[in-house]
Nanobody, 123 residues
Framework: QVQLVESGGGLVQAGGSLRLTCAAS????????VGWFRQAPGKEREFVTA????????IYADSVKGRFAISRENAKNLVYLQMNSLKPEDTAVYYC????????????????WGQGTQVTVSS
């Protein structure tokens, strides 16, 4: 069992930056890939990025490539999402999730989810 808690969301102006943190508890967190997803009001959940269990591989959605960076510290059971050059269209609730698969993009491939943190980007 893995429990995930997101933090670091908030209100920021367009062009600004935020860093989200996903804190995990439970056994063997270092065995799980971790992904970030987001969901805006009235829209479907969207894949953002994911990092492999060892942190050696990452993938990004085209919409955030070059602006967002995912990283992890397995010794601290933490995963980070650094978001730069934020745009109003990045406004959403951001969720982290854990998966036993390598680098899944589909939400259904993730086993555990956090409650989410709100990110609002004003224009």
């Amino acid at each position: 069992q893995v429990q995930l808690v997101e933090s670091g969301g908030g209100l920021v102006q367009a062009g600004g930056s935020l860093r989200l943190t996903c804190a995990a508890s439970g056994r063997s967190f270092s065995n799980y890939a971790v992904g970030w997803f987001r969901q805006a009001p009235g829209k479907e959940r969207e894949f953002v990025t994911a990092i492999s269990a060892a942190g050696s591989a990452t993938i990004y959605a085209d919409s955030v490539k070059g602006r967002f960076a995912i990283s992890r510290e397995n010794a601290k059971n933490l995963v980070y999402l650094q978001m730069n050059s934020l745009k109003p269209e990045d406004t959403a609730v951001y969720y982290c999730a854990a998966a036993t698969e390598f680098l899944p993009r589909r939400g259904n491939d993730y086993d555990y989810w956090g409650q989410g943190t709100q990110v609002t980007v004003s224009s």
